[in-house]
Each structure stands twice: as structure tokens, then as C-alpha cells.
């Protein structure tokens, strides 16, 4: 089970990505007709229930990009913190080798 401080990453990720979608869909569609989408798609049906289709798809596609990315920063970030550690270990072990063999490498 996730602990506490995991959960409250966790929301303040999503939270926060949510603002973000929002804001961009926001600027999306001040620029685009949510009927003109519905038009080339060939969405049928009433014009309410087709807009509110499209402002849905068009918020949940940025949000999801918008965790996609931060989630592969994070998970990217990780792993270069990890590799410099184990290259930080390795080279002190190899000092503390050198040191016990009296060689010296320069």
C-alpha cells in the first residue's frame, strides 16, 4: 500500500496536470469550433451532447499527455540518479581497491 507521502505526490501530479489540460483546452478551443470537430468527424446526434463529447476527448487526451510526459521525466530522472550513484560506488570501490594494492592508476 502506498504510504502518505506517495498519495500526496501522487494527487498534486494528477491535480496539477489537470489545471494544465484544462488551461489548454481552454486555449484550444478558443481557437477551434468544437461543431467544426464534430462536422469533420461525423458525429451524429444532438449539437449539445457531440460539443461536450468533444471538450471531454480533447481534455482527457491533453491530460493524459501532459501525465505521460511527467511521468517519463520523473521515471527518466530516477534512472540517471540511480546510474550516477552506482558510477559514485564503483569508483570509490576502486580508490578503496587501489589503496589496499599500493598501485596507483593516473
Request: proline content about 1%; aromatic content about 16%; hydrophobic content about 50%.
Amino acid at each position: 500500500m502506498l504510504n502518505l507521502l506517495k498519495c500526496k505526490c501522487l494527487f498534486g501530479f494528477l491535480w496539477t496536470s489537470a489545471i494544465a489540460a484544462g488551461l489548454l483546452t481552454f486555449i484550444f478551443f478558443s481557437f477551434i469550433d468544437p461543431a467544426a470537430i464534430a462536422a469533420v468527424m461525423n458525429l451524429a446526434g444532438e449539437v449539445q451532447t457531440s460539443n461536450i463529447k468533444i471538450y471531454l476527448g480533447v481534455f482527457v487526451f491533453f491530460w493524459f499527455t501532459l501525465n505521460t510526459s511527467t511521468y517519463l521525466a520523473f521515471y527518466f530522472g530516477q534512472l540517471l540518479r540511480k546510474m550516477e550513484k552506482e558510477a559514485a560506488e564503483m569508483d570509490q570501490r576502486n580508490q578503496s581497491h587501489d589503496g589496499e594494492t599500493g598501485i596507483h592508476t593516473s
